[in-house]
């Protein structure tokens, strides 16, 4: 009976063999990498406050309700005029030193996040609100041009508690097609001219989340005409959107 041949033995270059051995090794730092990452990551969220700074920041609050409350009075012994029926209202404080019932009134106005923005209609009541809460944000007069661009640009529907971009005229006759309201135009006509259906409007319209301005803004809480970034803009307004939109 013959004998069988062997079998050749199957070569890999040894080019190859490093180049997998490489491989492995860098998959396995990549691996540790990522792992450290993620528990420095959950470390950073984790703070140990020192008692001082719970004493601090519970004094930053109870002073911020009282200045909150100085200035409701002073506006009901001189009101504050406006001069245009449209507002549009940016969020340009944080919340460390706040009050609850100062990020309250800010809620009602569905600013919950710093540099957001809502379109509102000047009453007594949001001219109230806007004193009590005037260190947190700034305000003025938007005219054609800025509402045009900020719908446009960054408008987004509230349909069934999701954000949805404003890019079909069907879903806006959809949701508003009861009001008269067919296109993005007619939103923006109700918007700028405060129509009879504006509260429908801007209620389906979310807030506008904005850019942070590189140098409009310093973080001053004087008012805008002293020197600082809160208060009314009137017409400065629209600046301060072309720079945020």
Known sequence: ?????PKPLNYIPEVILK?????????????????????????????IKKPEQFIREHRDRELDLIQMKQRG???????LTLESKLLF???IGGKNDMHPTTRKFLYSLRLRRIFSGVFVKANERTVDILQRV?????????NLKSVKDLIYKKGLGKIDKQRTPLTDNNI???????????????????VATVGPHFKEVTS??????????????KGKKKLYEDG??????????????????
């Open 172 to 190: 806006i006759e959809q949701e508003l097609g009861k009001y008269g309201v067919l296109c993005i135009e007619d939103i923006v006509n109700e």
């Open 19 to 47: 180049k997998r051995k490489s491989n492995e090794e860098w998959a396995i730092r990549r691996k540790q990498q990522l792992e450290q990452r993620v528990r420095k990551s959950k470390g950073d969220n984790f703070v």
């Open 134 to 142: 005037q260190p947190y944000v700034t305000y003025g007069y938007p």
């Open 73 to 79: 009075k002073r506006h009901r012994r001189a009101p």
């Open 204 to 217: 389906f319209l979310c807030p506008f989340t904005l850019n942070r301005p590189e140098k409009a803004l």
């Open 228 to 245: 600082g970034d809160t208060g009314n803009r009137k017409d400065q307004i629209n600046e301060l959107i072309s720079k945020m939109n």
């Open 89 to 91: 209202i940016i969020r």
């Open 1 to 5: 009976m013959a004998e069988e041949e």
